[in-house]
Structure formats: structure tokens, C-alpha cells
Nanobody, 126 residues
Framework: QMQLVESGGGLVQAGGSLRLSCAAS????????MGWFRQAPGKEREFVAAISWSGGTKKHADSVKGRFTISRDNAKNTVYLQMNSLKPEDTAVYYCAADANRSTFLRALRDSYDYWGQGTQVTVSS
């Protein structure tokens, strides 16, 4: 089992920034690609970003491209999501997830991910 714990969410004004962190334990972190997803009220959980096990390959959803950046620190067993130029439509619960995938092909489907965190709320006010 892998445990994932997100932190860094909160309330921010439109145009502001937040950095989410996700700390992993229980499994070899570097064996997993990592992803961030989000779920707004009444909507399905959607892909935000993913990063390969080495950090060398990244993928971002079109809706966040140029504003959000995923990164990871394998020495700290942590994955990050830097969120800049936040918009009210970014309001959601953000989840990190782990995919037992050591290829550079990053997956955006929820069902591809093996472990999930409990989520952290991000609220962007207008």
C-alpha cells in the first residue's frame, strides 16, 4: 500500500498562487508516475497534470497549461503542483494519485492510478 497526503490548499483571490504538496509513504516512490486530479462540486474528477517516475516527462491538461506546473522530489517522496494565475473555475478538491508506471507514457485516466490521497480544497474567489 502507498499512502498519499496532500497539503497546501486554501482560499486565494483570482490571480493568486498556491503550491500543493503530496507526501508519499509505504512504497518506493520512484517506481511510480504521479498525477494530480481535481473535482469540482457536481462534476466528475478530471485530470490536471502528471509526471514520470524520473521527473523527466510532464503532461498538463489544456485548461491549466502555462499556469500550473507539476514537479517532484524523489529524495523527499513528494510531488508538487505550483498553481499560478488562479481562476474561480479552478475551485475544486485536488487529489494526488500514484500510477505504477515506469514508462514515459503518462496516463490521464483515473482508472490508471493505483493509489489516491484524501484531497485538499482549493477555493479561488473572484
Amino acid at each position: 500500500q502507498m499512502q498519499l497526503v496532500e497539503s497546501g490548499g486554501g482560499l486565494v483571490q483570482a490571480g493568486g498562487s498556491l503550491r500543493l504538496s503530496c507526501a508519499a509513504s509505504g512504497r518506493a516512490f520512484s517506481n511510480y508516475a504521479m498525477g494530480w486530479f481535481r473535482q469540482a462540486p457536481g462534476k466528475e474528477r478530471e485530470f490536471v497534470a502528471a509526471i514520470s517516475w524520473s521527473g523527466g516527462t510532464k503532461k498538463h491538461a489544456d485548461s491549466v497549461k502555462g499556469r500550473f506546473t507539476i514537479s517532484r522530489d524523489n529524495a523527499k517522496n513528494t510531488v508538487y503542483l505550483q498553481m499560478n494565475s488562479l481562476k474561480p473555475e479552478d475551485t475544486a478538491v485536488y487529489y494526488c494519485a500514484a500510477d505504477a508506471n515506469r514508462s514515459t507514457f503518462l496516463r490521464a485516466l483515473r482508472d490508471s492510478y493505483d493509489y489516491w490521497g484524501q484531497g485538499t480544497q482549493v477555493t479561488v474567489s473572484s
